[in-house]
């Protein structure tokens, strides 16, 4: 179930959550530190996984930090602890989104998934993607300074019976295919010949988001029909449909739909803007969302919180606003 994306004048605040590729060595380290909160969502991270996830969030190496299946919880509990953090100093969301990996981050502040069902939840994840296809098999490219409709007849024409696909609708600028490593690349060189400002293969270890990921839709399918899902408390715009969901069956049937589906992006930004969305807060490490929000609309205000002094800067931003 649904609802639609009727427009409003309330003003409101999102949270938005971070994909894989915001992490970095030392993520997450200030808040555990400085804020109790923060300290024990990565003791909880750490008894949920059975090893010191925290450890390797804070000291690295980072060539253990960049394997999926520790990037993923590694990334949900580093934004999980800024909500919470952000929640104990009074601001919380009236809508939420996440990129890919951060839609499960989405669903735990929305109280549709228990923290410790989505870390682990995660770490599977991110094991079946890794596993799904073998290494040099597929390849995602970003292409930059194209319209989706000329991207989309790129890829049917470099696909040549192979798998060539928008996997990332990021902003008007970026759009991220996926897919054979072959058609991938053909496709970069095409649409770079049709005017693209430039288009380049991305260092990823697996083509997320497109149809050869089928086999760790499969897997992961069984894992979230095991789980409990509650009606999230506030709505979750959904990647595969950049649509609000309001249920717990809905929320499920959408992650598992995410896995080879493309991640709307810029769409579920426009979305919660046309719901009176004002003020956009990137949760969780680095300030990849920040970016593309200034690419897909300057209006509303942006925010960001992966250490003390964003938090605190946020939140005096709030003070103000409510003075």
């Avoid at 929305?110 to 599977?124: C, M, N």
Wanted: glycine share 10%; hydrophobic share 40%; with cysteine.
């Amino acid at each position: 179930m649904t609802i639609g994306s009727m427009p409003t004048t309330d003003s409101k605040i999102a949270f938005l959550f971070p994909g894989q590729g915001s992490q970095g060595v030392g993520m997450g380290k200030e808040l555990a530190e400085k804020f109790r909160i923060a300290k024990w969502t990565f003791q909880e991270a750490d008894q949920a996984l059975g090893y010191k996830l925290s450890r390797v969030c804070f000291e690295g190496p980072e060539e253990q930090l960049r394997l999926t299946e520790i990037t993923q919880p590694a990334i949900l509990t580093v934004s999980v602890a800024a909500c919470r953090v952000l929640a104990e100093r009074g601001v919380r969301p009236d809508l939420v989104a996440g990129h890919s990996l951060g839609e499960y981050s989405a669903h735990v502040a929305a109280g549709t998934l228990t923290f410790s069902d989505a870390v682990r939840t995660v770490r599977q994840r991110g094991k079946y993607m890794q596993e799904a296809v073998p290494l040099g098999v597929g390849a995602m490219a970003a292409i930059l300074g194209m319209e989706l409709p000329k991207v989309m007849a790129v890829c049917r024409d470099a696909a040549r019976g192979e798998v060539c696909e928008p996997a990332n609708i990021n902003s008007p600028e970026q759009i991220v295919i996926s897919g054979n490593s072959g058609a991938v690349e053909r496709a970069a060189t095409l649409a770079e010949e049709r005017g693209a400002k430039k288009a380049r293969l991305l260092p990823v270890s697996a083509p997320f988001h497109c149809s050869l990921m089928k086999p760790a839709q499969d897997r992961l399918t069984a894992d979230l029909n095991s789980l409990t899902f509650r009606d999230p408390s506030v709505p979750v715009a959904c990647n595969v449909d950049a649509e609000l969901v309001n249920d717990g069956d809905g929320s499920r049937r959408a992650l598992i739909r995410q896995v080879t589906g493309a991640v709307k992006w810029e769409q579920s930004v426009r979305l919660l803007i046309g719901q009176g969305v004002q003020t956009l807060v990137e949760v969780g490490p680095g300030k990849v969302l920040w970016g593309l929000m200034r690419q897909i609309d300057r209006h509303p205000t942006g925010l960001y919180v992966n250490d003390e002094a964003s938090l605190e800067k946020t939140v005096g931003h709030f003070a103000h606003v409510r003075a």
